[in-house]
């Protein structure tokens, strides 16, 4: 990415797979992986990141999802 162009916030979710982790960003339906967590969210970037710079405009306004919320929930087990 080019430094000076603008720059957006997005969620990754990154969770434990086998022996390493699978990143999501919920508001491009984007995923990826690596062998660390750090890794995972590298390679979600550099995902997300290409498909802003070779998706089609209306590709991008048909995926974009503009409110992702993240909670925490309690739940009674037993």
Same mark, same amino acid.
């Given at each position: 990415?080019?430094?000076?162009?603008?720059?957006?916030?997005?969620?990754?979710?990154?969770?434990?797979?086998?022996?390493?982790? $699978?990143?999501?960003?919920?508001? $491009?339906?984007?995923?990826?992986?690596?062998?660390? *967590? +750090?890794?995972?969210?590298?390679?979600?970037?550099?995902? *997300? %990141?290409?498909?802003? %710079?070779?998706?089609?405009?209306?590709? $991008?306004?048909?995926?974009?999802?503009? +409110? *992702?919320?993240?909670?925490?929930? %309690? $739940?009674?087990?037993?």
């Amino acid at each position: 990415m080019n430094p000076s162009q603008p720059k957006q916030q997005f969620t990754a979710i990154i969770e434990r797979e086998g022996d390493g982790y $699978v990143s999501l960003c919920p508001e $491009v339906d984007i995923a990826s992986q690596g062998d660390t *967590v +750090e890794a995972a969210k590298q390679n979600l970037t550099e995902a *997300v %990141e290409l498909f802003f %710079e070779v998706a089609d405009p209306s590709e $991008v306004k048909r995926r974009l999802r503009t +409110e *992702v919320f993240i909670t925490r929930l %309690e $739940v009674a087990i037993g």
